[in-house]
């Protein structure tokens, strides 16, 4: 099993980058998919990011294409989201998650952190 800690969440302002980090017990980090998913008062999870076992696919949200970048550090148990060009639209609790398989559905992630808040100010 994966138990997930994520960190970095914060307030910045419009324009601006965070990192935020997903630590990850266990050994075997390296076998599962990651995935880092949001979710704002009144909507949806929606999925922000996903990436495979090895680092070699990864995928976006339409709504982060080209301003977010997911990455992967097996041999440190990490997960990041390195986040740019912030925008009052991207405040939301933030959220990584495990699955078996390299998916982006949320239903389809086993384990979860427990999330962290991201709020741009205007």
């Known amino acids: 099993q994966v138990q997930l800690v994520e960190s970095g969440g914060g307030l910045v302002q419009t324009g601006g980058s965070l990192r935020l980090s997903c630590a990850a017990s266990?050994?075997?980090?390296?076998?599962?998919?990651m995935g880092w998913f949001r979710q704002a008062p009144g909507k949806e999870r929606e999925i922000v990011a996903a990436?495979?076992?090895?680092?070699?696919?990864?995928f976006y949200g339409d709504s982060v294409q080209g301003r977010f970048t997911i990455s992967r550090d097996n041999a440190k148990n990490t997960v990041y989201l390195q986040m740019n060009s912030l925008k009052p639209e991207d405040t939301a609790v933030y959220y990584c998650?495990?699955?078996?398989?390299?998916?982006?559905?949320?239903?389809?992630?086993?384990?979860w952190g427990q999330g962290t808040l991201v709020t741009v100010s205007s």
């Open positions: 998650a495990a699955a078996q398989y390299y998916r982006v559905r949320a239903s389809d992630y086993n384990y």
């Open positions: 990436i495979n076992w090895s680092g070699s696919s990864r």
């Open positions: 266990g050994r075997t980090f390296g076998t599962y998919a």
